[in-house]
């Protein structure tokens, strides 16, 4: 299974600021996602980071909000702006290759707390 | 996002005794199904996969698949402590997943 390095671990932030989270995989994988999750839920696919082009988002999520960057094959970031105490949330990062049949990892996690 | 839905929790059970945990998925199209285990605090770590119908057993865990029934569960055998977490159910379809809302399993000891 891929290492996945995530940080910030956790932080407390500002209304109206952002805040960049990075992911860092020991391997290039294929895919990597974000999601999110919020308290006491599970969790929920905000994108998919892709290599080289723009990423791809669920619906209700939009990259005004959300930018992603995924500038080569083992790093992404996930960009929260603008931020309000909604997006108070434990942030994901998820690798996984391209073929069906194979297991998602993800990073620890980022805690991220809007005041 | 894919619906996935699980039985509602929280499940407990004694120390010794078999967890059963049950997922149901809308997707007939998903292609691999797996069950994660989190910690209060922790990320999602993977404990089962399985991809074709039938039983896939792994120490004390047990994942069941019947894709016509659109079914998976997983058995905990010989329930510890330990076990105590949220299990989430999470389907794979067209390279992403959807999770369900977890059912939270608490063993007394």
Known sequence: ?115 | QKEVEQNSGPLSVPEGAIASLNCTYSDRGSQSFFWYRQYSGKSPELIMSIYSNGDKEDGRFTAQLNKASQYVSLLIRDSQPSDSATYLCAVKSDYKLSFGAGTTVTVRA
């Open chain 1, 1 to 115: 299974s891929a290492v996945i390095s995530q940080k910030p671990s956790r932080d407390i932030c500002q209304r109206g600021t952002s805040l960049t989270i990075q992911c860092q995989v020991d391997s290039q994988v294929t895919m990597m996602f974000w999601y999110r999750q919020q308290p006491g839920q599970s969790l929920t696919l905000i994108a998919t980071a892709n290599q080289g082009s723009e990423a791809t988002y669920e619906s209700g999520f939009v990259i005004d909000k959300f930018p992603i960057s995924r500038p080569n094959l083992t790093f992404s970031t996930l960009t929260v702006s603008n931020m309000s105490p909604e997006d108070s949330s434990i942030y994901l990062c998820s690798v996984a290759p391209a073929s069906a049949n194979t297991e998602a990892f993800f990073g620890q996690g980022t805690r991220l707390t809007v005041v």
